[in-house]
C-alpha cells in the first residue's frame, strides 16, 4: 500500500515500551481536541479526545494531556504493540459559528519495533 | 459495515478531465466535512455541510472543485479540468453533535479516495 507521510518526524520504539508523541497546536481559541491514527491507504481513525476544559484523559492504554499553558498536547500509549504501527495526527477543533472544522497538525510516525 | 463509505477508493485521470466522487456519512450523522490531504501532511479542511446546506468553504475549494449534499445524505464532491497539483487523497468525515458523547462533536472519517492526475 502506499504510504502516508514520507517525511514526517519517526518515533521508534520497542514493543511492550510507552510511547509519547507530541503535538503543538496554534490557535488558544481551539475548545477541542482529537488524536487520530492513520494507517498506510486508510483514512485517519480516531483514538482519544479531550476538551479544552480538561487537562487529562485516560481511554484504553491510551492517555491525552492538554497544557493550554503553551498549547501542547501529548499521546501516550502505553505497552506499545506492533499494531500501534501508524502515523499519529493531533486536530484542534475550532468553531467558527457556522462549523467545527478540525486543523491537523504535522503528523509523527510510529515505528514499533520487536 | 455502517461507518463512512467513499467511493472510489482509487481514480486515475488525465489532465483536464472531470472527476466525482462520493460519499456516504454515517447514517445518523446531519455534519459532512471534505478534506484533502497529500503525501506527508495532515488533512486540510476544504468544506463543511449541515443537512443540506453547504455552510463553509476553504480557499482551497478553487472554482473547479463543487461540492453537493442534496437531500442531506450523500455528498458529491466534483473536480472540473482536473490539473496535476489536485492529486491527492480526497477524505470525507461525517458527525452529529447531537450524538457525541457530552457534546463533542467528533468526526469520523472514511477511507478516502485517492485521485492521481497523469
Known amino acids: 500500500g502506499e504510504s502516508v507521510g514520507l517525511h514526517l518526524p519517526t518515533l521508534s520504539v520497542q514493543e511492550g515500551d510507552n510511547s509519547i508523541i507530541n503535538c503543538a497546536y496554534s490557535n488558544s481559541a481551539s475548545d477541542y481536541f482529537i488524536w487520530y491514527k492513520q494507517e498506510s491507504g486508510k483514512g485517519p481513525q480516531f483514538i482519544i479526545d479531550?476538551?479544552?476544559?480538561?487537562d487529562k484523559r485516560q481511554g484504553q492504554r491510551v492517555t491525552v494531556l492538554l497544557n493550554k499553558t503553551v498549547k501542547h498536547l501529548s499521546l501516550q500509549i502505553a505497552a506499545t504493540q506492533p499494531g500501534d504501527s501508524a502515523v499519529y495526527f493531533c486536530?484542534?477543533?475550532?468553531?467558527?459559528?457556522?462549523?467545527?472544522?478540525?486543523?491537523f497538525g504535522t503528523g509523527t510516525r510510529l515505528q514499533v519495533t520487536l | 459495515d455502517t461507518g463512512v463509505s467513499q467511493d472510489p477508493r482509487h481514480k486515475i485521470t488525465k489532465r483536464g478531465q472531470n472527476v466525482t466522487f462520493r460519499c456516504d456519512p454515517i447514517s445518523e450523522h446531519n455534519r459532512l466535512y471534505w478534506y484533502r490531504q497529500t503525501l506527508g501532511q495532515g488533512p486540510e479542511f476544504l468544506t463543511y455541510f449541515q443537512n443540506e446546506a453547504q455552510l463553509e468553504k476553504s480557499r482551497l475549494l478553487s472554482d473547479r472543485f463543487s461540492a453537493e449534499r442534496p437531500k442531506g445524505s450523500f455528498s458529491t464532491l466534483e473536480i472540473q479540468r482536473t490539473e496535476q497539483g489536485d492529486s491527492a487523497m480526497y477524505l470525507c468525515?461525517?458527525?452529529?453533535?447531537?450524538?457525541?458523547?457530552?457534546?463533542?462533536?467528533?468526526?469520523?472519517f472514511g477511507p478516502g479516495t485517492r485521485l492521481t492526475v497523469l
Open positions: 486536530a484542534e477543533n475550532i468553531n467558527t459559528g457556522t462549523a467545527s472544522k478540525l486543523t
Open positions: 479531550i476538551r479544552s476544559n480538561m
Open positions: 468525515a461525517s458527525s452529529s453533535p447531537n450524538l457525541g458523547t457530552r457534546g463533542r462533536d467528533t468526526q469520523y
